[in-house]
């Protein structure tokens, strides 16, 4: 498909939509595709894992610190 990679441009209804593993940060506007965490760990060293309500409980988004 159209999917696009870590930190470009999405639109979450109109697309282009985000590769697995990662979630576009806004459905009206263009955002930026964030990767999916549950703790630290899997954001790297520069990394946090943010809590994110779209998201099931539990699941948050990597930004960098």
Request: hydrophobic share 20%.
């Given at each position: 498909?159209?999917e696009?990679?870590?930190?470009?441009?999405?639109?979450?209804?109109?697309?282009?939509?985000?590769?697995?593993?990662?979630?576009?940060?806004?459905?009206?506007?263009?955002?930026?595709?964030?990767?999916?965490?549950?703790?630290?760990?899997?954001?790297?060293?520069?990394?946090?894992?943010?809590?994110?309500?779209?998201?099931?409980?539990?699941?948050?988004?990597?930004?960098?610190?």
């Amino acid at each position: 498909g159209d999917e696009v990679g870590l930190c470009e441009s999405c639109h979450a209804i109109d697309g282009p939509a985000c590769q697995v593993g990662m979630t576009c940060d806004n459905d009206q506007d263009p955002g930026r595709c964030h990767r999916y965490c549950c703790t630290n760990e899997d954001c790297g060293s520069n990394g946090e894992c943010i809590a994110y309500s779209f998201a099931p409980t539990g699941v948050g988004v990597c930004l960098t610190r």
